[in-house]
């Protein structure tokens, strides 16, 4: 298997590691050794000489701690091969020192001298196995210096005992090196694949860290995309329900009317395109309620039945009387989008919105007798850009998002998706709710109730021209009283001369300068020293600046903003302020 040569210096440099570590743990086995052998010779060797033997080897030893310190410290300033080659020659010298002192000391006739110094030679050669295991010339430095001096000084007596015992460590040398050489070998292997999989996961760390920087730079790419796309894209709406109210002429009016339906499709498709983006990385809070399920349905099925008058079939809506508990804009922006995909892809008979118990659970399906989906092809269509039945990629059969926001808003409310279909017998898709504990509704006030604006006192602040002019337009039609700037600077210079404080603030979050919205806000406030209600409109996908304009508590709502929710907002302050 190639090694590269940075990956080779690695596993030298960890061998070396592993080596000074467990001499450090051999170096006081040395002086048990040394102990043993002292007990082995004081009978029988000179005192002045065994007292400088004694100290010759423990200044050996010495050198080998201190060598050992010394590569702790200073491990990077040399290269590893320095280091082992230094130790292994210390090693040498120090294993040739041991075993030439049975040549001093020794005396072949003495049985209990020969078993003591016997039992600590090949316990110490066979020890050296294990930590010598990371570096296999380092045990046979120290292994042959230390035993074959002491079994040719066996062979060279004339006891046949002491000879056959010379002959046996003799053979048991190879053993202990080819042991070792195995053990080291096993060693190298494994220390290899450790290296090459911590390189492998290198690798697939710094990929994960360029597709993570990638879908970072996604989501700021379609955060600025998002801001800057709907700006011009909430003036052209606001424009156009501006004209929609002042213009009475039918040829005029049908021209609005198109008009609407394809400014309602463009916003439809730019809607999924950034949206898909804002569910993946905003942090999406979820506003669970108690709600009537009929009403929020017929409302949702009211919406769309054009779309099915005009393919000819039939949507209906088996009527309900179910209370659940969930967010009111997830849930109806997933049966919208069910709807719209069931009446897109069936031509003929219908589409069934219904409620039913199953086993004590509540589900809600969209039925339908469209093309129906291969099983194989079942998980597909939830991806993103994903169509199986448009491949000349017709734009009136939207962008391939619409189900991919379904599966986010699905998994965001923490619940279950469950698809059934066949080629050619239609589909069911089935969505599981959560039952409301109660038979009664909070108290609310009807979102279409008609509620007079007039006189109104509201505050604008937008840094984009074309989006301030459209809504101070739109404002002035539903009989506010409007008062629209670029910059909090001008409006807290009008209020203090005009004397006045607005009733609303309708603030962009993201205006020139360092300034937000939710600054904004609470500048105006400290002003007036009032509680002024206040609207934050967004056109980022952020989730840093989502979370924080969510944090302070100012309702938001992005652009391009509905008209009509609003006018419901602006209608709910009236009526408070009445």
Not at 67 to 88: E, I, N, R, Y
Not at 229 to 241: D, N, Y
Not at 251 to 265: D, M
Not at 344 to 365: P, S
């Amino acid at each position: 298997m190639f090694i590269d040569a940075d990956l080779e210096a690695k596993i030298e440099k960890k061998k070396a590691e592993t080596l000074y570590r467990k001499n450090q743990l051999g170096l006081p086995g040395v002086f048990i050794l040394v102990l043993a052998l002292l007990f082995a010779y004081k009978d029988y060797g000179t005192p002045s000489h065994l007292v400088v033997w004694v100290v010759a080897v423990l200044t050996m030893a010495l050198g080998h701690w201190l060598l050992t310190q010394k590569f702790f410290k200073d491990k990077g300033v040399l290269p590893a091969h320095v280091w082992v080659h230094s130790l292994s020659a210390l090693s040498f010298v120090l294993a040739l020192m041991i075993g030439l002192s049975t040549w001093l000391f020794y005396i072949p006739e003495n049985l209990q001298q020969t078993f003591i110094i016997a039992v600590f030679f090949i316990g110490s050669m066979f020890g050296s196995i294990i930590f010598a295991a990371s570096y296999f010339p380092i045990h046979v430095a120290w292994s042959v210096p230390l035993v074959l001096p002491f079994a040719l000084q066996l062979l060279s007596g004339n006891n046949e005992q002491m000879i056959l015992g010379g002959l046996l460590i003799i053979a048991g040398i190879p053993i202990a090196l080819i042991l070792g050489w195995m053990m080291a070998k096993e060693y190298a292997t494994a220390l290899q694949l450790r290296f090459e999989k911590d390189v492998l996961l290198e690798h697939l760390q710094a990929q994960k860290d360029l597709a993570e920087k990638a879908n970072k730079d996604k989501t700021q790419f379609l955060a600025a995309a998002s801001h800057d796309l709907r700006q011009p894209h909430q003036a052209l709406g606001l424009f156009v329900e501006a004209l929609d109210h002042m213009e009475t002429e039918p040829k005029k009016k049908e021209i609005l009317s198109k008009t609407k339906q394809a400014f309602k499709a463009m916003s439809s498709l730019l809607d999924q395109l950034l949206d898909i983006s804002k569910l993946d990385s905003a942090d999406i809070q979820v506003d669970k309620q108690v709600v009537a399920l009929q009403p929020l349905l017929h409302q949702v099925v009211m919406e769309h039945m054009g779309e099915a008058d005009q393919k000819g079939i039939e949507l209906r809506l088996r009527a309900t009387q179910a209370l659940v508990f969930v967010d009111v804009s997830m849930l109806t922006r997933i049966v919208s989008n069910l709807i719209t995909n069931a009446i897109r892809y069936t031509q003929e008979g219908g589409v069934l919105v219904a409620v039913r118990r199953r086993e004590g659970e509540l589900w809600l399906d969209i039925i339908d007798t469209g093309c129906g989906i291969a099983k194989d092809k079942q998980q597909d269509i939830f991806k993103e850009f994903t169509q199986l039945n448009n491949p000349e990629r017709d734009r009136e059969k939207g962008l391939g998002l619409g189900l991919a926001i379904v599966q986010r808003l699905v998994n965001i409310l923490q619940t279950q998706l469950v698809l059934e279909s066949k080629p050619n017998q239609g589909s069911r898709f089935s969505i599981k709710l959560e039952p409301a504990d109660t038979t009664e509704l909070p108290q609310t006030q009807a979102i279409n109730q008609v509620v007079s604006l007039q006189g109104l006192k509201v505050v604008v602040i937008d840094d984009d021209s074309i989006a301030l002019e459209s809504m101070r337009t739109l404002l002035n039609i539903w009989g506010c009283s409007t008062y629209s700037f670029s910059t909090l600077q001008a409006c807290l210079a009008e209020l203090k001369t005009a004397s006045f404080c607005p009733d609303v603030l309708v603030v962009d979050y993201r205006l020139r300068g360092h300034d937000n919205g939710v600054q904004v806000v609470q500048a105006i406030r400290q002003h007036c020293q009032q509680d002024i209600r206040a609207l934050i409109m967004t056109g980022d996908t952020d989730p840093e600046r989502i979370k924080e304009a969510s944090e302070s508590g100012i309702p938001l709502t992005h652009k391009p903003v509905n008209p009509d929710d609003l006018k419901v907002f602006l209608a709910k302050i009236q009526r408070q302020l009445s």
